[in-house]
């Protein structure tokens, strides 16, 4: 085995992050400034002359290449009037899925007070969802439909949370109460994001807090590659309801992401109590004797 094979991704989670991963994370800390020093004047000057701006999502793909990824699309997206429906893996989706195709995002709501993501964020109109305000569901809806028709494109993560890259939740469909019935010429067209080597280590899963697993990811050495595998879009009024449109998407979800890590999906190993998921029980030991 080469040392380029033994060689760690990055640190483990909770482990302390040494002097030179604090220096990387300085460092790219220092470009996302520079990037936003020209990217939000040039923003709020565009936003003056004409009705949408398309610098939060070129700031968005130079953020992602800052953080470490490689972003590499295969397959079209559809550009206008679509509803994408992704897995979902890191912070790291939203930069690259925007920087890729412009789109608005919901997300849950620690996303919002995590320090410039969460701001960055607000300025791609992510409509933030908290799971325990059940009363909120339909303004929720509300400004999803209002991202839809100002973004012209909205990404929705069925998972309701993060996971390893390696697994898929059971879909949530609250969010997709917006395609009942689906607005006029409004496809959805599934997405798969596949982190190859690192999936497992750059998810951020457990107890890992939201600005940890960020300075964690920053501190890594070098790049890493993240394929955004854009599916075949359908009609939702050919899978008339949520469920069936949320059913539809994981059929097509599963299969290619399996194809893309080369194996069958895992049963996800921790219990997420956020969006009500018991871990499955380890097999029984065989007894001796």
Same mark, same amino acid.
Not at 99 to 107: E, K, Q, R
Not at 280 to 287: D, G, V
């Given at each position: 085995m080469t040392a380029k094979a033994d060689r760690?991704?990055?640190? !483990?989670?909770?482990?302390?992050?040494? @002097? /030179?991963?604090? @220096?990387?994370i300085g460092l790219r800390a220092f470009a996302l400034v520079l990037a936003l020093?020209?990217?939000v004047p040039l923003h709020y000057v565009w936003r003056t002359l004409h009705y949408g701006s398309p610098i939060p999502m070129l700031f968005l793909r130079t953020a992602a290449r800052i $953080?470490?990824?490689?972003?590499?699309?295969?397959?079209?997206?559809?550009r206008r009037d679509v509803f994408f429906i992704s897995n979902h893996v890191s912070w790291v989706d939203i930069l690259a899925l925007a920087? $890729?195709?412009?789109?608005?995002?919901? $997300?849950k709501a620690e996303l919002e007070r995590a320090p410039v993501v969460g701001w960055l964020s607000k300025l791609n109109r992510t409509v933030f969802v908290s799971r325990e305000d059940r009363m909120g569901v339909a303004d929720q809806i509300n400004r999803l439909k209002e991202a839809l028709a100002d973004n012209w494109s909205v990404t929705v993560f069925p998972e309701g949370t993060t996971t390893d890259g390696q697994s898929l939740l059971p879909f949530k469909t609250a969010m997709l109460r917006v395609l009942e019935p689906p607005p006029p010429g409004v496809l959805v067209q599934p997405v798969v994001l596949d982190y190859g080597p690192v999936a497992e280590?750059?998810?951020?899963?457990?107890?890992?807090?939201?600005?940890a697993n960020a300075l964690r990811v920053l501190s890594r050495k070098g790049s890493f590659r993240l394929d955004v595998h854009y599916l075949e879009p359908f009609h939702p009024r050919d899978h008339p309801g949520r469920k069936a449109i949320a $059913?539809? /998407?994981?059929?097509?979800?599963? !299969?290619?992401?399996e194809a893309a890590l080369g194996k069958p999906l895992r049963p996800f190993a921790l219990d997420v109590p956020q969006v009500r998921f018991a871990a499955? /029980? /380890?097999?029984?030991?065989?007894?001796?004797?």
């Open positions: 760690p991704i990055g640190p !483990p989670r909770g482990a302390p992050i040494d @002097l /030179a991963g604090k @220096l990387r020093m020209v990217c $953080a470490g990824a490689r972003v590499r699309t295969h397959g079209t997206h559809l920087g $890729a195709s412009g789109t608005a995002f919901v $997300a280590w750059i998810g951020w899963i457990g107890d890992e807090s939201g600005i $059913a539809q /998407a994981r059929a097509q979800i599963v !299969p290619a992401l499955p /029980a /380890a097999p029984a030991e065989p007894s001796e004797g």
